[in-house]
């Protein structure tokens, strides 16, 4: 009987859909950031999900929701989940398909009358993006204390608000804590967020594995100098150190095994047609699965700019703004959704994972894996992010199949 | 006599100290924007001190300044000058050397009673900065009419007011116009903007010439995509073009000759960390004393950028914002200022202008060059622009011998 089990393609995307009605955009996307009224709304939405659906619903001290079923045994849960709120314009699919995917897999499980031998929870875990408060994957982060409580209320966004003060004002948090809640594993269904699946015309990713990764801003100063009236060799462009390190940022995807560099932000100063850039700020982004590739990618591009800088005559410093090292995903966890795709008859491929996500964090004390589903075009972080409910069907059956298995 | 004739370098550099208290800023600079009211009350310390040198003072439509010192005989003017407005920023020597050294000049001639056989007039050209009022060298173009008075009094500055209302809110213009002043030869006395005299350890450079100059402006279109996420191959990075055009700069500064080549303004959107850049604008300055060469990189940048952009399957788009022929410079007169140069026993040598000036409008109609004095460190619309008063001395002592010269 579980074997033929599958999701409710419909109820599931009209769940996503009512969840998208909440901090809805005029132009189709969704805005709920971090522990604002419309995050609020969100997690109540989920909250009187799980408690329809006949969960045990436990609310940490940062916002995370756990709704939990029963299974035969007691014992640490299967947990599956992902996060509800939001970047400022975001789309309708990141994070939600993961906390309404689990949840169409419990009604589905619940119409079934099937039994787990072990407990199966559903978790949607707080501030997951960061946009408004920084670190970004909070809520995971203090779910086992990797983050203590005290410094994650702390934090302010741009308008001086702690998280404290959010959660408070909007009066989502309890006294629980959830630091005695034992996990056999981790399951998370999410969108790519990246073109890959798409170009491979495939419809689930299994996510081996998330990137690490290293953000540096490099402030470089130069002098101004006349366009006109400055020879070439003469001038200490900081412009041109600038435009130097994004070019390098490409040979650095090239040259080195996995990697991808990304110069997203540049600014000059003073930006003026005929002068010489006095200052610049650069910013490099850098990825890799594998940390001891990281760490030389990080040193190549270190030696590369102090070279440049020194040939033009520009000084430099830099800052690490973030360095995140890469998470391998728990093999048997990884083989159940790879088993579950095949049985299921979904082209499935391996995949390492771009974007941070709350898995990474749980896979540091348990078990833990990934499902991909297409984004169209690799759309993400914007409004016009998209996923089929076609593709969003086979990746909810998929975790259907791995927590079954998982949880036996 | 004239021959041993010498300008007094303590009264050359006591009124150019006076001038630059008229607008003086906090930190030493001066700002002087055309048609302010600082403007007008420099305007008025010239118009003044040419009074008091006995010159006959015209004022035209557009608010350039005409002091006319009597030849032996009638006939075309021998004149010199430059301007007395200013940038936002400014030093106090950009403009302002031209003119008080020209009236220094005629102060020296009259106090040793020196007759020229051509009357000399000394100008002071209204809005050479185009600070405030775009096109820079309004006055000049006005002048012999290259831009139309009702086209320049029509332009209007940030804040919506015209430079006809500003001229007229300052009462600084006459019902005149120059049309049919008849010039025998210009000279300006200015300083160098730039690095070369100083690094060649020379006092005098003779003008020869004036770069012509491009703007271009482009306009770039990828796709924003997560920087995380995104294989290399699959973006569309704006940032990345916009950066390789920067690095073209520079190769065609070294692969064409006298090409200078240089972006100032480089600006991403949306210049995020962790995002590949959707748009980029860049803006490229170009200069080459030789037409034919100037030509020739506008068309190898716009190759390279056509090319480049389609590689990575960026929308490319461009404006050519200003397009400034080069300008030789009359090789009597600049034989002339060199002849002096070599007869004072001033360290000279020839060199083009990467800035632009009035002279270069006067070469239009009549024979001209320029005199340059040294900037130190090449620094020049910034407030700690500086020529020593040596310097300025030299330069002041050659423009006198010259326009000796040529009004015999």
Not at 16 to 39: H, K, T, W, Y
């Given at each position: 009987?579980?074997?033929?089990?599958?999701?409710?393609?419909?109820?599931?995307?009209?769940h996503?859909?009512?969840?998208?009605?909440?901090?809805?955009?005029?132009?189709?996307?969704?805005c709920?950031?971090?522990?604002?009224?419309?995050?609020?709304?969100?997690?109540?939405?989920?909250?009187?999900?799980?408690?329809?659906?006949?969960?045990?619903?436990?609310?940490?001290?940062?916002?995370?929701?756990?709704?939990?079923?029963?299974?035969?045994?007691?014992?640490?849960?299967?947990?599956?989940?992902?996060?509800?709120?939001?970047?400022?314009?975001?789309?309708?699919?990141?994070g939600?398909?993961?906390?309404?995917?689990?949840l169409?897999?419990?009604?589905?499980?619940?119409?079934?009358?099937?039994?787990?031998g072990?407990?199966?929870?559903?978790?949607?875990?707080?501030?997951?993006?960061?946009?408004?408060?920084?670190?970004?994957?909070?809520?995971?982060?203090?779910?086992?204390?990797?983050?203590?409580?005290?410094?994650?209320?702390?934090?302010?966004?741009?308008?001086?608000?702690?998280?404290?003060?959010?959660?408070?004002r909007?009066?989502?948090a309890?006294?629980?804590?959830?630091?005695?809640?034992?996990?056999?594993?981790?399951?998370?269904?999410?969108?790519?967020q990246?073109?890959?699946l798409?170009n491979?015309?495939?419809?689930?990713?299994?996510?081996?594995?998330?990137?690490?990764?290293?953000?540096?801003?490099?402030?470089?100063t130069?002098?101004?100098?006349?366009?006109?009236?400055?020879?070439?060799?003469?001038?200490r462009?900081?412009?041109?150190?600038?435009?130097?390190?994004v070019?390098?940022?490409?040979?650095?995807?090239?040259?080195?095994?996995?990697?991808?560099?990304?110069?997203?932000?540049?600014?000059?100063?003073p930006?003026?047609?005929?002068?010489?850039?006095?200052?610049?700020?650069?910013?490099v982004?850098?990825?890799?699965?594998?940390?001891?590739?990281?760490?030389?990618?990080?040193?190549?591009?270190?030696?590369?700019?102090?070279?440049t800088?020194?040939?033009e005559?520009v000084?430099?410093?830099?800052?690490?703004?973030?360095?995140?090292?890469?998470?391998?995903?728990?093999?048997?966890?990884?083989?159940?959704?790879?088993?579950?795709?095949?049985?299921?008859?979904?082209r499935?491929?391996?995949?390492?994972?771009?974007?941070?996500?709350?898995?990474?964090?749980?896979a540091?004390?348990?078990?833990?894996?990934?499902?991909?589903?297409?984004s169209?075009?690799?759309?993400s972080?914007?409004?016009?992010?998209?996923?089929?409910?076609?593709?969003?069907?086979?990746?909810?059956?998929?975790?259907?199949?791995?927590?079954?298995?998982?949880?036996?």
């Amino acid at each position: 009987m579980p074997a033929r089990l599958r999701v409710n393609a419909a109820r599931l995307q009209h769940h996503l859909d009512q969840l998208a009605r909440i901090g809805a955009l005029p132009n189709g996307g969704v805005c709920r950031l971090a522990f604002s009224a419309e995050d609020k709304q969100g997690r109540d939405y989920i909250e009187a999900r799980m408690r329809s659906l006949g969960l045990a619903v436990q609310i940490d001290r940062i916002g995370n929701i756990l709704g939990t079923r029963r299974g035969a045994r007691t014992g640490p849960l299967v947990l599956a989940g992902s996060h509800v709120d939001t970047v400022g314009t975001a789309g309708r699919f990141d994070g939600s398909v993961g906390v309404i995917g689990a949840l169409e897999v419990i009604e589905t499980l619940n119409d079934a009358v099937v039994s787990t031998g072990h407990p199966i929870g559903v978790i949607a875990f707080a501030n997951e993006e960061g946009a408004r408060f920084v670190p970004d994957m909070m809520g995971s982060l203090v779910f086992r204390g990797d983050l203590q409580l005290g410094d994650a209320r702390s934090r302010v966004d741009r308008d001086g608000v702690s998280v404290g003060e959010a959660i408070d004002r909007t009066g989502y948090a309890s006294t629980n804590d959830f630091t005695d809640v034992d996990v056999r594993a981790y399951l998370e269904l999410h969108i790519e967020q990246g073109p890959i699946l798409e170009n491979a015309n495939m419809t689930i990713g299994v996510v081996e594995a998330v990137q690490g990764l290293t953000w540096i801003t490099f402030t470089l100063t130069g002098a101004t100098a006349h366009a006109g009236a400055t020879p070439i060799d003469m001038r200490r462009d900081a412009g041109y150190v600038a435009a130097a390190i994004v070019q390098y940022a490409r040979t650095l995807s090239h040259e080195i095994e996995g990697q991808r560099a990304t110069v997203g932000s540049l600014s000059l100063s003073p930006n003026i047609v005929n002068v010489v850039a006095e200052h610049a700020r650069v910013t490099v982004d850098l990825r890799n699965p594998d940390a001891d590739r990281l760490t030389m990618a990080e040193e190549h591009l270190l030696r590369f700019v102090a070279a440049t800088a020194l040939a033009e005559r520009v000084t430099v410093s830099h800052t690490v703004d973030v360095r995140v090292p890469p998470v391998r995903f728990d093999p048997l966890v990884v083989g159940h959704v790879q088993d579950a795709a095949a049985a299921l008859g979904y082209r499935s491929m391996r995949l390492v994972s771009g974007a941070g996500h709350d898995a990474q964090i749980l896979a540091r004390k348990f078990p833990a894996a990934m499902i991909f589903v297409p984004s169209r075009g690799g759309i993400s972080h914007n409004v016009t992010e998209f996923t089929s409910t076609t593709d969003l069907e086979a990746g909810a059956n998929v975790l259907l199949h791995a927590l079954l298995a998982l949880a036996e």
